[in-house]
């Protein structure tokens, strides 16, 4: 059975810093491409960030540039988000996701990141 499971997020003052974490279980994590997702109340999914199989690549969203990093550990088969300077904006659930193309095949249950300001 593979299973994704986000940790976290909570809540956070602008301008803090957040270290959310996925977990993933059940597939063979280095052959996977790792995705960050976030859906805010009322929007739709968004596309946050993403990191090839073995780190060569990341890429982001115009919005979070310079201040989240994507990054992996294989050998804990766990992928990370570090938040810096959060914004009221920022605020969301956020979801992992594996890929082994253009799509996600697997998908976390999201973590949920407040930013108060």
């Known amino acids: 059975q593979v299973q994704l499971v986000e940790s976290g997020g909570g809540l956070v003052q602008a301008g803090g810093s957040l270290r959310l974490a996925c977990a993933a279980s059940g597939l063979t994590f280095n052959r996977y491409s790792m995705r960050w997702f976030r859906q805010a109340p009322g929007k739709e999914r968004e596309f946050v960030a993403a990191i090839s199989w073995s780190s060569i690549g990341t890429t982001y969203v115009d919005s979070v540039k310079g201040r989240f990093t994507i990054s992996r550990d294989n050998a804990k088969n766990t992928v990370y988000l570090r938040m810096n300077n959060l914004k009221p904006e920022d605020t969301a659930v956020y979801y992992c996701?594996?890929?082994?193309?253009?799509?996600?095949?697997?998908w976390g249950q999201g973590t949920q990141v407040t930013v108060s300001s």
């Open positions: 996701a594996a890929a082994s193309g253009t799509g996600s095949d697997y």
